[in-house]
């Protein structure tokens, strides 16, 4: 590897607005995240009706995603094969888990929500939107811990099983969420080292 | 019958989060699967679901599943050719 | 740098040590039996791999408060069998880590919470609910056993144990620990059985995985770790196998369904014998996902052919016993197949009798010895695509 590290680009997305690499990209009116997450799909203009089937921590990784990986650098053949996604998360999928005992109660399950019932189906739906097959994890943590994501991540890169990884932290409950995503991969050009520190800035600010 | 195909198209529009869709837009006989609109096989579960609480009728593995929920019109013939059993 | 498994602690539906596991399958006793312990409506319909303790006898055992989550009280039955195999005076100049999985967590409690809270905000008991979070099992057992310097969960649906074990052999690799316990564990509950049964691939009756009429899986329950540690001459003649090889992709095709072609598995089989430097030819027994699916089977089955072609390794699913662990499956198989390369201990499927059409597989149907095999692969594929495989190799 003779490239360091460097964070290629970032994606916030909390309190009704996306930023990507600190700057606003869309800002919803005040509404419930639903709302929101419907208002950002559009402004997207882009077909991907299996959107609307998403459960909302889906929806928010799935927005997220596709701000950070928008543009051709992000999506050269081969390059997803050797993409990475290393995402931590808190309240696992509790929204929907919510949702689908509601539904058990009433004898209403339904199959489709139940598909959400497990934390780890957003990492899936990003690998199937963006055709990424290499590795992919989920770590759940009380809060979100750079130091331990970073380690992990470098370690990937260092034993050459990525080229690219998107790591970051995604939590939804209720109409509380906070999606941060970052795409890091070796770089020659001027950009953040990928540290804990750089990462732990990125994602306070 | 007219009642119920439409009736079941403002279903699968509801219950399939098929936001871009109008019920009206879907044909009688336009196969719903694959190309059609796009479902998948959670969809045809989320179907199978919305057909029991809405019709009450069930669909066995003895039924032929994917016949039955191909189109409007099939499933149509199927609740009119099954009636709910009494309570 | 290798990585040895030197202990491991299990417990499932055909027991609760590894010596009463392995004693089934040599009986040719299946675990798939009617629930005695998990309440539900459907207790004289379905079979399900269901642990033979209540949560009272699992909690009296160690003295534990019985209102823990039967997954809590799983995984530390198994922790603290891995715990137990580790010498004391090793534990005290080392840096230990516990890495565990779940995708339940507490629901056994929480389910039971809810159905009080929700006709009434003021009825239900707070305390069954402290625990639901997947991360509090993992807290608790690492507090009870000591463990302090890394501790962690991981949820990735079916895959997560077999994912533990591939974190804790990096850190070891990495120098960041010097013994890690890690597998994962989960309890039946109906939320589980709920959800499977509604995207219709559960079977009512005992399970046949592999086989053209298969209809679907069981649910099973269970913990299992296996502890990892650095190559060590002093370690390995006590070791049960090494971890020659691992690997971990998405199959990026569908939320719960495998592709066609096994793409995921393939990849993930294929760079894991890549890592370890292995050749197809030199794996003596598969221990397959399997979980008796029509999906799964035929695309895992797919992928082996990619893989093996016409010269097959012995292989079967384990989870025709077990039934399907969900998180614990990968730890669970993990364990099984570091006794395979031990002792030689080759699984067999509990039944067979016609092979899948499109891929032909033919599993092992009695359990026997084979003192030949030196490299065992497990397979665990999750939900969101999620596929990962482990290789255990002679020490």
Redesign the interface.
């Known amino acids: 590897m003779t490239h360091s590290l460097k964070l290629l680009r970032s994606c916030s997305i909390q309190n009704g607005t996306i930023q990507v690499d600190g700057t606003n990209v869309f800002a919803g009116p005040p509404a419930t995240f639903a709302a929101f997450a419907?208002a950002a799909f559009r402004a997207l203009g882009i077909e991907y009706?299996?959107f609307?089937?998403m459960d909302n921590l889906a929806k928010l990784g799935f927005l997220a995603a596709e701000h950070l990986l928008a543009g051709q650098d992000f999506r050269a053949p081969g390059l997803?094969?050797r993409t990475g996604?290393v995402l931590a998360?808190a309240?696992?999928s509790l929204d929907t888990?919510l949702r689908?005992?509601?539904q058990?109660?009433q004898r209403?399950?339904?199959?489709?929500l139940?598909?959400?019932?497990?934390?780890?189906?957003?990492?899936?739906?990003l690998?199937?939107r963006?055709?990424?097959?290499?590795?992919?994890?989920?770590?759940?943590?009380?809060r979100y811990e750079p130091a331990?994501q970073v380690?992990?991540v470098a370690?990937l890169f260092a034993?050459q099983r990525i080229d690219r990884c998107l790591g970051g932290w995604i939590d939804l409950l209720g109409q509380e969420y906070r999606a941060f995503f970052y795409l890091v991969g070796p770089s020659s050009e001027a950009a953040l080292p990928y540290t804990t520190a750089n990462v732990e800035t990125l994602f306070i600010s | 019958m007219q009642d119920l195909k439409l009736q079941l198209k403002e279903l699968l529009v509801e219950n399939?989060?098929?936001?871009?869709i109008k019920p009206e837009e879907i044909g009688d006989d336009q196969p719903i699967f694959g190309e059609g609109l796009?479902l998948d096989s959670?969809?045809a579960?989320?179907i199978i679901?919305m057909l029991q609480?809405h019709f009450g009728v069930r669909l066995t593995k003895a039924d032929n599943g994917p016949q039955v929920l191909a189109t409007v019109n099939s499933m149509a013939e199927y609740i009119t050719t099954h009636p709910q059993p009494k309570k | 740098m290798a990585v040895l498994v030197t202990g491991a602690g299990i417990i499932c539906a055909l027991g609760t040590t590894p010596e009463e596991v392995v004693a089934s399958f040599r009986a040719h006793a299946s675990g798939m039996r009617p629930v005695r312990h998990l309440v539900t409506r459907h207790q004289a319909d379905y079979v399900f791999g269901e642990v033979p303790r209540s949560n009272q006898e699992l909690a009296a055992h160690y003295g534990l408060p019985s209102h823990l989550s039967r997954t809590m009280l799983l995984s530390y039955h198994a922790a603290c069998q891995a715990y137990d195999s580790i010498p004391k005076e090793l534990l005290k100049q080392s840096r230990v880590g516990f890495i565990s999985a779940t995708?339940v967590?507490g629901?056994d409690q929480t389910?039971a919470f809810?159905?009080d809270y929700?006709p009434d905000a003021t009825a239900g008991k707070l305390i069954k609910v402290i625990h639901h979070?997947?991360?509090k099992h993992t807290d608790f057992v690492a507090q009870q056993l000591g463990i302090r310097d890394f501790v962690?969960?991981?949820?990735?649906?079916c895959s997560s144990a077999a994912?533990s074990i591939m974190?804790g052999a990096?850190m070891l690799k990495?120098g960041?620990l010097d013994i890690v316990i890690a597998g994962g564990a989960d309890a039946l509950t109906?939320?589980t059985f709920?959800?499977?049964?509604?995207?219709?691939i559960v079977d009512k009756d005992q399970c046949r995985p592999l086989d053209a009429s298969r209809e679907g899986l069981n649910l099973g329950e269970g913990a299992a770790y296996v502890v990892l540690m650095r190559d060590d001459p002093a370690a390995a003649d006590t070791a049960l196998c090494r971890l020659s090889g691992y690997?971990?992709?998405?199959?990026?095709?569908?939320?719960?369904a495998l592709s066609d072609q096994g793409?995921?598995p393939y990849?993930a089989m294929r760079q894991t014998l890549a890592d370890a430097g292995v050749e197809p030819a030199d794996i003596g027994y598969i221990n397959l996902h399997g979980t008796g699916t029509q999906n799964n089977d035929a695309a895992e089955g797919t992928a082996l052919r990619r893989i093996f072609g016409e010269a097959l390794p012995k292989l079967s699913s384990t989870k025709s016993f077990t039934g399907h662990t969900l998180a614990a499956s990968g730890g669970i198989e993990a364990v099984l197949a570091a006794l395979t390369v031990k002792h030689g201990y080759i699984f067999p499927n509990y039944s067979f009798a016609t092979p899948i059409a499109e891929v032909d597989l033919n599993p092992v149907q009695e359990f026997h010895l084979d003192p030949e095999v030196r490299h065992v692969l497990s397979n665990s594929f999750?939900?969101?695509?999620?596929c990962s495989a482990l290789l255990f190799s002679r020490p």
């Open positions: 419907t009706p299996k609307h089937k997803a094969a996604v998360n309240t696992s888990d689908y005992e509601t058990l109660r209403l399950a339904s199959p489709a139940f598909v959400y019932t497990l934390p780890n189906i957003v990492v899936g739906e690998c199937i963006h055709g990424i097959t290499g590795e992919n994890l989920l770590f759940m943590t009380e331990a380690a992990y370690n034993k | 399939l989060n098929l936001q871009d796009g959670i969809d579960l989320e679901v609480q | 995708s967590g629901m389910e809810f159905l929700v979070d997947c991360g962690t969960t991981i949820s990735t649906a994912n974190l990096r990495a960041l109906r939320f709920n959800g499977f049964n509604t995207l219709m690997a971990n992709t998405n199959d990026a095709y569908h939320q719960t793409e995921g990849l999750g939900f969101g695509g999620n």
